[in-house]
């Protein structure tokens, strides 16, 4: 059975950084999309960073680009988000999310969800 598991989320100041990390675990295969998504109470669901497992392919948000960056490490199985300039929009519940049906910027392929992390960005 997939299982992702988020850590890393916190409080902090608008313009500081935090990294946001994601163990996969249960893949048959090694080769699949998986990013990162983000929820803030009262508003849709946001697609933050993708990433695919083989090519190494990133795909990334607008209202994120440029400021965070999605990486992994294959032989861990583990996922991370560097947000760096973080500003008090960006607050949310953070998501890793995993799928295998389509491009990795096909955002609402995404089928297997983590349980999240909490991102709170004080002014």
């Known amino acids: 059975q997939v299982q992702l598991v988020e850590s890393g989320g916190g409080s902090v100041q608008a313009g500081g950084s935090l990294r946001l990390s994601c163990a996969a675990s249960?893949?048959?295969?090694?080769?699949?999309?998986i990013g990162w998504f983000r929820q803030a109470p009262g508003k849709e669901r946001e697609e933050v960073a993708g990433?695919?497992?083989?090519?190494?392919?990133?795909y990334y948000g607008a209202s994120v680009e440029g400021r965070f960056t999605i990486s992994q490490d294959n032989a861990r199985k583990m996922l991370y988000l560097q947000m760096n300039s973080l500003r008090p929009e960006d607050s949310a519940m953070y998501y890793c999310?995993?799928?295998?049906?389509?491009?990795?910027?096909?955002?609402?392929?995404?089928?297997?969800w983590g349980q999240g992390t909490q991102v709170t960005v004080s002014s």
């Open positions: 990433i695919h497992t083989l090519g190494g392919t990133t």
């Open positions: 999310a995993a799928q295998t049906r389509s491009f990795c910027n096909d955002w609402a392929s995404y089928t297997t």
């Open positions: 249960g893949y048959r295969y090694s080769s699949y999309c």
